[in-house]
């Protein structure tokens, strides 16, 4: 059996949860451009550098570099059997691309799950997890301030709810309450 599943949302939806939940109960991969990002950021490295004002502005990177990620990890032997993409496409040019990419590895999407949310809700979640980490003494995102937010939250309004209508016309797209409790 292979699982191909897209997690749509905006930030803070709850997007890397429920693929962590996913991921363990299929056993397959969790990919998230953003982590792919962050942790390229962090070790410095050309794509890091980048990306690194895009993301801390929470601004869309530029896409061939985030296609290019993608591109890598999707045709990894572990991606065979199925994966979570968390992150990606965020626009109708992306989910084209992927759809190209899938379709060059026999590969067939079966679902693009919308974890459906208001921005209100957002908003606290997110400014929450900063307020946790920082009390708890970790990390905290660059882009988990008020300011990136909004421009996080404007991103996905313009280019990535479209996805939803993409989504509903190849006959895959789902949408669960993201507010309800993770279980
Ligand atoms: P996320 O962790 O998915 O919220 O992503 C964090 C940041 O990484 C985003 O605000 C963008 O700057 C960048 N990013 C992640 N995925 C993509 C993507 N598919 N296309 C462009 N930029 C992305």
Known sequence: MTIHIVLLGPPGAGKGTQAARITQRYDIPHLSTGDILRSAIRSGSELGKQVQDYVTRGELAPVALVVDCIRERVS???????????????????????????????MVLGAAIELATDDASLLCRIIGRAREAAAAGQAVRADDTEESLKVRLAAFHKQTAPLRGYYEQAGIFRSVDGLADVE
């Open 76 to 106: 990894c032997d572990d991606a065979r059997r199925g994966f979570v993409l968390d992150g990606f496409p965020r626009t109708i040019a992306q989910a084209e691309t992927l759809d190209g990419l899938m379709r060059g590895c026999d």
